[in-house]
């Protein structure tokens, strides 16, 4: 028998102003990080797309799904970075958020060594609720006034803002995203907080090591995550990454293992998540598939 996730949490949620929604943090988001950080362009002036998809809880009913599409490239002679991004999250029975926006980054040489890169993306958010697409546990529960009667969209304008700081071994980030929306609701995000940081060093003629720390702040919600990558030859990666739970340090939150390949201008991934941690009572076969190319644009 399968498994079924409980929707009805979602339909209560609908009347309340500041739900728990909040971005979701992508295990192979490095490699293209404007959904998170506008500044996050520049690396190659070929025109740069991005695919990613994860899919949580195989088995499970209405379990979450994400799509990424990112589209970047850069103009050397005007220092500036631009792009577009486009996500769609399904969060459960007939929920769904879609986002496109624009990207726009501007570069400084601050000398030979650092690059300071200033980003702005704005677009907008398409929500969508459909209440006959829940299953009601509670007979007690129907033709209250607490569960919506019919099909909703809600469209808004988004914008995000962030900083990123590079050198060739490292770079370091600040961002914010939905920076106009004070609260979380059913049709969309409220305002997060980003910082990261990450490195890029090598160990031998074949061998580099790429260690990184990210932490993501909305509301009373704090996520941190710690993870190491290997890279052989430019050509093969793999890597751990460990979500801690910071309410208690001793019971490890999620542990996502990933392996990669990158041949010419092309690059694929793929990622797995396990939950280890005591209060984690959903599947561990949580998966996330990248695929990225690069054209050039002559």
């Not at 028998?1 to 500041?18: E, G, H, Q, R, V």
């Not at 950080?37 to 025109?47: F, Y």
């Not at 209440?131 to 019919?150: I, M, S």
């Not at 990184?212 to 890279?231: C, I, P």
Request: glycine fraction near 8%.
């Amino acid at each position: 028998m399968k498994k079924k996730l409980i929707i009805l949490f979602f339909a209560l949620a609908y009347c309340l102003t500041n739900v728990a929604q909040q971005d979701l943090l992508l295990s192979q988001q490095f490699f293209s990080r404007i959904a998170k950080n506008p500044a996050g362009t520049g690396n190659s002036e070929d025109i740069d797309l991005f695919l990613l998809g994860r899919m949580q809880w195989i088995g499970v009913d209405n379990a979450p799904r994400t799509f990424l599409l990112n589209g970047t490239t850069y103009f050397e002679k005007l220092k500036s970075g631009v792009g577009l991004s486009l996500s769609y999250d399904k969060i459960g029975a007939g929920h769904s958020t879609t986002n496109a926006k624009a990207v726009y980054a501007y570069h400084i040489d601050l000398n030979e060594n650092y690059i300071l890169s200033m980003g702005i993306s704005a677009g907008a958010n398409f929500g969508y609720f459909d209440p006959f697409a829940n299953e009601l546990r509670d007979e007690d529960e129907f033709g209250k006034n607490t569960f919506p009667q019919e099909k909703e969209t809600k469209i808004t304008p988004d914008f995000d803002l962030g900083f990123e700081l590079t050198s060739l071994h490292w770079l370091f980030g600040l961002s914010s995203t939905h920076i106009t929306n004070n609260t979380s609701t059913t049709f969309e995000s409220g305002r997060h907080y980003y910082a990261y940081a990450r490195g890029f060093f090598p160990l031998s003629g074949r061998w580099d090591i790429a260690p990184a720390l990210v932490y993501m702040h909305r509301n009373k919600t704090n996520v941190m995550e710690l993870s190491a990558m290997g890279f052989y030859n430019r050509l093969i990666w793999g890597g751990v990454t460990w979500r801690p739970d910071l309410y208690r340090a001793a019971n490890p939150s999620m542990m996502v293992f990933t392996l990669g390949l990158e041949w010419d201008k092309y690059r694929f991934g793929y990622s797995y998540d396990l939950n280890p941690g005591s209060r984690n009572h959903l599947p561990s076969n949580t998966h996330e598939i990248l695929l990225s190319v690069r054209f050039g644009k002559k």
